[in-house]
């Protein structure tokens, strides 16, 4: 199955914020979509991605006056991404390689979505469970 699948599944809708973004707005912003990171867009595209986990580790490193600084203080930059033509296993390899939760999707240099440790989770399911159904319907034919 490749990334497209997924983002066709799920979606592509993607919640950004920019580098001036505080954490306090962040933190809102997360809250708001329930999810757990957010892409960081700048002028020219792809500036970071920044998580729950950036803010705590940061939070516990720096204290409170943390959450009235932009997020461009704690955001990753050296982002992992993929492409809609990546297989499912190539990016989970990805993730697990770098140890990441999130990967952006570009699409010719542009954010086409946003795949989610759980969104390979829940592939991996499905495929799972259909294999399961092939197999099961295979051994009852006889």
Same mark, same amino acid.
């Given at each position: /199955?490749?990334?497209?699948?997924?983002?066709?599944?799920?979606?592509?809708?993607?919640?950004?914020?920019?580098?001036?973004?505080?954490?306090?707005?962040?933190?809102?912003?997360?809250?708001?979509?329930?999810?757990?990171?957010?892409?960081?867009?700048?002028?020219?595209?792809?500036?970071?991605?920044?998580?729950?986990?950036?803010?705590?580790?940061?939070? @516990?490193?720096?204290? +409170?006056?943390?959450?009235?600084?932009?997020?461009?203080?704690? /955001?990753?930059?050296?982002?992992?991404?993929?492409?809609?033509?990546?297989?499912?296993?190539?990016?989970?390899?990805? /993730?697990?390689?770098?140890?990441?939760? @999130?990967?952006?999707?570009?699409?010719?240099?542009?954010?086409?979505?946003?795949?989610?440790?759980?969104?390979?989770?829940?592939?991996? /399911?499905?495929?799972?469970?259909?294999?399961?159904?092939?197999?099961? +319907?295979?051994?009852?034919?006889?």
């Amino acid at each position: /199955m490749r990334i497209a699948d997924v983002l066709r599944n799920k979606g592509s809708a993607v919640a950004t914020v920019t580098p001036e973004t505080t954490v306090t707005e962040l933190l809102a912003g997360l809250a708001e979509h329930n999810i757990g990171a957010m892409v960081v867009v700048g002028p020219n595209g792809l500036a970071g991605m920044v998580s729950e986990r950036d803010v705590v580790r940061k939070l @516990h490193e720096r204290g +409170a006056g943390l959450l009235a600084r932009p997020v461009s203080e704690i /955001m990753t930059t050296a982002v992992v991404t993929c492409t809609p033509r990546d297989s499912v296993d190539d990016l989970s390899v990805l /993730m697990t390689r770098h140890r990441v939760r @999130h990967v952006p999707v570009l699409e010719r240099g542009r954010l086409a979505g946003v795949v989610s440790i759980g969104d390979v989770v829940k592939t991996r /399911m499905e495929e799972l469970e259909e294999t399961h159904e092939h197999l099961a +319907a295979y051994i009852s034919r006889g």
